[in-house]
C-alpha cells in the first residue's frame, strides 16, 4: 500500500484471531456505531492488534471506521509510531487531508519522535498518486515545523523498507512515477539540491524517469552532475543502466558506447538490463562487431550470465553472418552458465550450416538434435533434404524424411518434393515408388511439376507402370474423398435426414495385396433432433455377398476432436463391419466433423482391411 505499510512488518505475518474478529466487526458495521460494537465485544485491544487491523483492506477501504477504530483502541494502549503512520496512510490514500493533517499534529504534539521521514513518504505518495503534486512539494518545505529536517546525509540513516525513503528520494520518487510529472520534479530537485545533498539514489531517481520519458538530453545533463557530485560508484548499477539504455532508446549507439569505454575504465559497468537491450538493438541491425564487442565486455568485464534470448539472439546473428563455429562454441558454453538451449537455438545453428552447405557438419548436427530430442523445423527439414541430395548424399535426405514422419513434423509438403525430386536425379526409382505411397498415406498431395518430372523420367527408364501405379492413387483416394466429403457436407447443411456413402475398396487389393477386403460396403449416417440435442448415427454395412468380418482384434487409437476451442464428449464405443453407433452431441459442425474423420479413414488408409474395426479408447468431457 506505501511505505507506511511495509514499516518493518513481514509480509506472509498472518492475524491474531482477536484481530480478525475487529476486522469482521469493522467490516459490518456502520462507522457511528463501530464504537459501541467494539466495546460491547469483549475483547480488549493490543498495540500490535491494532498495528494488524490498521494495515488491513478493511481499514483501507472504510477510512472512517478505521478512524473510530484508532480512537476506540487508543484508550486503552498507546498506539505505535508504526500505528499512526498507518492511520496518516489511510486518510491520505481516502483525500481526507485535513484529518491526515491533525493527525501528523496530534503526533507531533505527543513527541518522542513519531514524526519521521516515512511519515512523510506516506504523505508525499498519497499526493502524487492523486496528481497534487504541488501539496506534495509544499508538504517537503514544512518537514521542519514538525521536527523532520529535510537533509539526505542525516536521513540516510533512517531508510525504512523501501529504498526511496530518504525525504528528499521519497518526493522524487513519487513525482516521477506518474508521466508528465518530470518538470515538477526537476524543478523540486534544482530548488532544494543547494540545501539538500543530493545522493547517488537521488541521480538513479531521475536518470530512470528521464528513460521512461526518452529525454536523451536531460539524461546527459543529469549523469554529468551526478559524476561531479557523487563521482563514480561501481555498486551505482541503476543510475548507469538508466542512462545508457536511454542513449540507445534514442538513437544515440554511438554515445552510448563510448561512455560504455569511459564506464569500462572506471571500473562502473552497467547490469544486465542494459546489455540485454544493448545486443538486442545490434543484432536487429545487424552489426556483428559491435555486438562481439558488447558480448565479450558484458561476460569477462561485467561477469554477467546472458539469458536464453540474449544467447539466441547472438547466435542468430554469428550464423547469419556465415560464423557458425562462434555460434556452436556458444552452445557448448550454455550448460556452464545454466542456460539450456532450445528449439530457437538448435534451428538457427541447423539454418547457418545449410546456408553454408556445411553437408558434414550439418547431418552430425542433425543427429545431436535427435540426441538431445531437438526437432528440426518444416523449413530446416526442406532445405536439409535439398542439400543432401545436391551434395550427393541420398541416405542423409532420406534419413531427414524418417525423422519427418516419426515426428508428424508438418507442413511437410515441400520436404516431400525435395526428396522425391532427389530420388529421381539419382534414379532410386523404388524408393520413389515407396516413398510416394507414403507421402500420399500421409495426405500429401505432391505438385504437378514433380508429377510430370516422375512422369518423363520414369517413360525414359522404361517404368511406366511403376509411375502407373502411383497416378492412380490420388485420383482413386483423394478425388474419391473429395467426392463423398460433399455429400456429406450438404446432408449436414440440410440438418436433418439420411444418406449412404458407397465405396469400393477393390483396388486396396489390387495395389497392396490385402487380403479380406469387401469388395463394398456402404456408411448410413442419420442426423435426428432428441430433446434439443442432436443425434448422430452412424451404421456400417458390408455387402450381402460378403460374409460378417471378425471383430475380435481391433485397430485402437486415440482421437480428440475439438470445436472452437470447446471439447466434445465422445463416448467409448467400438466401430465394425455390421454395427451401428449413436453419438448424442450438441455441435452439427462436430457432426461433419466426425463424418468426415470416418470417411477420411475408409478411403485413405491403405494398410486397413476387414479383420481390423475402429476403436475409439479415449474420451474427452463435454465442456
Known sequence: MSAATEEGRPDGEEDSPRAEAFLEILGRVQPGDAEAELSSCGIGPTAEVAEQVLRSRVCYSRPKSAVRFFVWSGRSVKHTGYAWNLLVD????????EPMWDAVRTMNKEGGGLVTVATFASIFSSYCASGNLRKAVEAFDVMGKYGVEPDAVALNSLLSATPDAVALNSLLSSMCRGEGRMPAAQDLFERTKATVAPDADTFGILLEAWEKEGNAQRAKSTFGEMIVRVGWDAGNLPAYDAFLSTLVRG??????????????????????????????????????????????????????????????????????VGDTDYALRMLDEMPFNGVFADFITYNAILEGLIKQRKAREAEAFLAEMSKNEQLPSPTNCAAAISMFSKEFNPS?????????????????????????VGLLDFGRFAEVKKYTDEMLDMGIELP??????????????????????IARRPKRCVVGFLDEKRRVLGLLEGCMGTTTLLFNFSYLKADFGVKGIPQSCSISISLLKYYGFVVLKIELRRSASVSICNTGNLYSFEIYCYYQQSSIFITHFVLGFDCTLIVLIQEIAFCWRLCC??????????DWHSSKGICFVESVPLI
Open 90 to 97: 489511510i486518510l491520505g490514500k481516502a483525500d481526507m487531508e
Open 251 to 320: 538513437d544515440q549507439f554511438g554515445e552510448a558506447l563510448k561512455f560504455l569505454q569511459v564506464m569500462r575504465s572506471k571500473g562502473c559497468l552497467p547490469g544486465l538490463k542494459f546489455f540485454a537491450r544493448a545486443i538486442d538493438l545490434v543484432v536487429r541491425k545487424r552489426d556483428y562487431a559491435n555486438s562481439l564487442a558488447i558480448w565479450q565486455m558484458m561476460i569477462s568485464d561485467a561477469g554477467l550470465v546472458p539469458n536464453l534470448p540474449m544467447y539466441n539472439a547472438m547466435i542468430d546473428l554469428c550464423c547469419s
Open 396 to 420: 542423409a535426405a532420406i534419413d531427414v524424411w524418417h525423422c519427418i514422419v516419426e515426428h508428424q513434423i508438418t507442413p511437410a509438403d515441400e520436404s516431400a518434393r525435395e526428396l522425391i
Open 448 to 469: 504437378q511439376s514433380t508429377i510430370d518430372n516422375m512422369k518423363r523420367t520414369f517413360d525414359k527408364v522404361g517404368k511406366r507402370h511403376t509411375y502407373d501405379h
Open 597 to 606: 474423420f470416418l470417411v477420411e479413414f475408409l478411403c485413405l488408409r491403405s
